[in-house]
């Protein structure tokens, strides 16, 4: 009962159960320190409730409690120092004083507490035998449940044994939990709700949600049309190929994939609205959200998921951002300890792409480093970054050490080919740059005096003695156009003039020899042919590897003819 951080060497009733009667001394004592508990007390009420103001107003929650705890000592202070000197006025003595003040604090009733000098049975005094019963009876209490408890243990245990195959051996103890287990169901079959994931598939996808990014860019979100998991799996930087029925033919173009594999409930493309761009204007004015799409895929090798190197660099322009994008999110998402740098060029500010969502990845992630810059300012944004293309200086305080880092670059032909000069002159190794390019490639112009061709194999030779007929024979309409050269597909027998500004595969399309294709830009590799004599021109060959190219392989999509060629089609 002493006051908090002041305790009396002796409490005060622990005194009077000590004292053997009420002699004068002992009863002036007991008064003395009854008003001395009484004045301790009203004093520590008083500064306790100034305290509760001062803290009230401060709106200090903590020391309006602390406060409040102070007066509840303060108040029991005052009230055991009160019940001494009733007790004294009323003639008990001072054990009776203690025990009346005892049962008090505990609220029993008179009968329940015995008057001084009441002895029970045994000599016990009934202060004591009532203590004893309570415990006793918890005591008790306590037993009744832990024998319950243990009764229902073991029933459980019973159950489960005998629910387990009679045939098999009791296991030791440490591995009794392993066969008490019950066995799992088995697995259900598979529907059409919970596809396998695949590699590569084939199928549609529902358009569950389109997202404008900027005014010529929207995000396409494509489900499992039974809501399942998409039904394949891919690395980030690949891309889907989409097709649809466009006047009475078939039109197809590659997408990269923009979300990460570490979200499989759905894929995201971005796509640019190209007015030149068949497939990109289908799915920007025709396409809503509801709509299944046509598509195959993943393909390309244009892929990072944190192996092979401690840090990497993602060089974008304009739409180039999507295969940076799905990297950035896959890393991000997972966590990757190494950094992560990203120079981004667009025309406005209008046109970045995925600037909130950067911003946000920057603040929660300290290594994602991101280094943007425009072209130009668009009326009613703010913009405090760099203006201008991507030059040196940009790369070298963008990128600390470039020259020791992996590098993937993708965005349209002329900006990658300038990227490739700045960073061959900071002694980027070729080996460490990976690219993809997207938009239509040009084509190079054929030299005034062509290269020397190998002979063709003899069924191509005959093929090619009928070339000039052949080609007298075509239709107007199917002629390509003005032509230096002639393609002739030997498994479909036909041929037909390649001018210089068309591919082999456009010139296949106008007199319908079917070769498969995709991107059309040279990095899906879905077109690839085997040039049987000639030479061709590639602008782009990302697609092809060193096997690809010393077999005589070819992209269809960007090889235009030096001199008269045959091809495997």
Same mark, same amino acid.
């Given at each position: 009962m002493g006051c908090m951080q002041r305790p009396p060497v002796k409490q005060l009733y622990p005194q009077l159960m000590e004292l053997p009667a009420m002699t004068p001394e002992a009863r002036a004592k007991i008064e003395h320190d009854a008003q001395a508990r009484i004045a301790a007390g009203t004093a520590a009420l008083a500064q306790a409730q100034n305290d509760y103001h001062h803290a009230m107003i401060?709106?200090?929650? #903590? &020391?309006? &409690?602390? #406060?409040?705890?102070?007066?509840?000592?303060?108040?029991? !202070?005052? !009230?055991?120092?009160?019940? #001494?000197?009733? &007790?004294? #006025? !009323?003639?008990? *003595?001072?054990?009776?004083i203690a025990l009346t003040w005892f049962r008090d604090q505990m609220n029993l009733s008179p009968a329940a507490m015995p008057v001084e000098g009441a002895v029970g049975p045994l000599g016990i005094s009934w202060l004591h035998l009532v203590s004893m019963a309570v415990v006793a009876a918890f005591a008790l209490t306590m037993a009744a449940g832990a024998i319950a408890r243990h009764r229902r243990s073991v029933a459980l245990v019973n159950q489960l044994t005998r629910a387990a195959p009679a045939t098999k051996a009791m296991p030791p103890i440490a591995e009794v939990p392993r066969v008490m287990a019950p066995a799992p169901p088995p697995e259900p079959p598979r529907s059409s709700a919970a596809p396998v994931r695949t590699k590569t598939w084939t199928g549609k996808l529902r358009v569950a949600a389109i997202v404008? !990014?900027? *005014?010529? /860019?929207k995000t396409f979100r494509l489900v499992e049309p039974t809501a399942g998991p998409i039904p394949f799996t891919f690395m980030p930087g690949q891309f889907l190929t989409f097709s649809t029925e466009a006047d009475g033919r078939t039109i197809r173009r590659s997408y990269t994939i923009a979300s990460p594999p570490t979200r499989n409930s759905y894929v995201e493309i971005t796509v640019k609205r190209e007015d030149e761009g068949e497939f990109s204007r289908f799915l920007h004015d025709k396409v809503s959200v509801g709509d299944t799409l046509r598509v195959s895929g993943p393909s390309g090798l244009f892929t990072f998921d944190g192996g092979g190197a401690d840090s990497i660099v993602l060089i974008a322009g304009g739409v180039g951002i999507t295969p940076m994008m799905c990297v950035i999110r896959h890393l991000t998402d997972q966590s990757w300890p190494g950094e992560i740098f990203l120079v981004f060029a667009m025309r406005s500010t209008e046109e970045f792409i995925f600037r909130e969502e950067l911003e946000y990845l920057q603040r929660r992630h300290p290594r994602l480093h991101v280094a943007a810059t425009i072209g130009a300012r668009s009326e009613g944004t703010s913009w405090m970054g760099l203006e201008g293309p991507i030059v040196k200086d940009t790369l070298v305080h963008a990128v600390p050490e470039i020259e020791k880092r992996r590098i993937h670059l993708c965005g349209p032909p002329p900006m990658m080919e300038a990227i490739r000069g700045l960073l061959k002159e900071l002694g980027v190794p070729q080996d460490q740059i990976k690219t993809e390019a997207f938009g239509p490639a040009t084509g190079l112009v054929p030299p005034s005096r062509p290269s020397p061709i190998p002979s063709p194999p003899a069924p191509v030779a005959r093929l090619l003695e009928k070339v000039n007929t052949d080609a007298a024979d075509l239709p107007p309409s199917a002629a390509p156009g003005p032509a230096t050269a002639i393609v002739s597909f030997a498994r479909s027998e036909?041929?037909? *003039?390649?001018? *210089?500004?068309?591919? /082999?595969?456009?010139? &296949?399309?106008?007199?319908? /020899?079917?070769?498969?294709?995709?991107?059309?830009?040279?990095?899906?590799?879905?077109?690839?042919?085997?040039?049987?004599?000639?030479?061709?021109?590639?602008?782009?060959?990302?697609?092809l590897t060193d096997q690809d190219k010393a077999a005589g392989i070819i992209l269809a999509c960007q090889a235009h003819a030096l001199r008269d060629i045959a091809v495997d089609a």
């Open positions: 401060a709106n200090d929650t #903590a &020391a309006m &409690a602390t #406060a409040m705890a102070r007066q509840r000592t303060a108040l029991g !202070e005052m !009230e055991s120092g009160t019940a #001494a000197l009733r &007790a004294l #006025a !009323e003639g008990q *003595p001072p054990r009776q404008r !990014e900027t *005014p010529h /860019v036909k041929s037909a *003039p390649m001018p *210089p500004d068309k591919s /082999v595969l456009e010139v &296949a399309e106008s007199i319908g /020899v079917p070769i498969d294709y995709s991107c059309r830009v040279g990095t899906c590799g879905i077109c690839k042919t085997k040039l049987l004599s000639g030479q061709v021109t590639m602008e782009v060959q990302d697609a």
